[in-house]
């Protein structure tokens, strides 16, 4: 356990953030795999599981590895919200100084957080996003994300060659200072974080087929959210008051919770 005499926690170096919904299959397998690629990272972390209101035995399993594991822990909800709102829940049970996202279907890696907090420690940054350089999805959902890249770089003014990839790791002192939070705003993490001033740079991250569970996204059921999405993005950039993010980073300065921005 993460504890000192005493019973005073251990200030917690990482939290890895995992949305989950119908994903029984994949919890004991995901929280094997952080926990070895975790191993050898300096300082204690945390993995949060978020059940987005599973209809099968994802948060009787997740329960299972709490017990197994102090280090995992779950967050519960008993209203599907969705991706974002999921992650927004788990952010705010967060403990560490950075945090990491993962999608619950085992595509990405755990095995690329480690150099991409050896990147933020270093100072290079507040997020590190990664692209997957090898996909390993279908022609059409790949053809899709390409064209989905284009056109939100294209509206947002940003060149993120990766939007969708859900592997990150940040600054969570950073998510003071995000100018909002709505839903759909996974898609859009690093445009957010650039346009309260904070250093993004993207790292190639590996890719992999889903091998359990079905999918929760289409193309379809993806499209017309992504847009509306998009356009939102758009107009808050228009109106985002450039002064209002200076004055919320000097304070954060003066409170000693900024690096690379």
């Not at 420690?121 to 059409?140: F, I, N, P, Y």
């Not at 445009?191 to 993004?200: D, I, S, W």
Request: positive net charge.
């Amino acid at each position: 356990m993460n504890h000192v005499e005493g019973n005073d926690p251990v200030p917690v170096l990482l939290s890895v953030v995992v949305p989950m919904h119908d994903e029984e299959e994949n919890v004991a397998p995901l929280c094997a795999e952080v926990r070895e690629a975790l191993a050898e990272v300096r300082g204690a972390w945390e993995l949060v599981i978020v059940d987005d209101c599973s209809g099968d035995g994802t948060r009787a399993k997740i329960q299972a590895e709490c017990a197994a594991d102090p280090r995992v822990r779950l967050v519960p909800r008993d209203a599907r919200r969705g991706q974002s709102a999921a992650l927004c829940l788990g952010f705010g049970r967060t403990r560490g100084t950075y945090v990491a996202t993962l999608d619950g279907d085992m595509q990405n890696d755990p095995r690329d957080i480690p150099p991409m907090l050896a990147r933020l420690e270093a100072g290079a940054a507040d997020m590190v996003t990664g692209w997957r350089r090898t996909r390993r999805d279908s022609l059409v959902r790949r053809i899709s994300s390409g064209i989905a890249n284009r056109v939100r770089n294209r509206l947002t003014g940003d060149a993120i060659i990766d939007v969708g990839c859900s592997t990150r790791v940040f600054r969570r002192a950073c998510l003071a200072s995000l100018p909002c939070f709505f839903d759909g705003m996974h898609r859009f993490f690093p445009t957010l974080f650039r346009m309260a001033g904070f250093t993004v740079i993207e790292l190639p991250v590996n890719h992999r087929p889903r091998r359990r569970g079905a999918a929760k996204y289409g193309v379809w059921n993806r499209l017309w959210r992504g847009i509306r999405d998009l356009f939102g993005v758009r107009w808050l950039q228009d109106r985002f008051l450039a002064e209002g993010r200076d004055v919320v980073l000097r304070c954060a300065e003066e409170r000693g919770e900024t690096g690379g921005a």
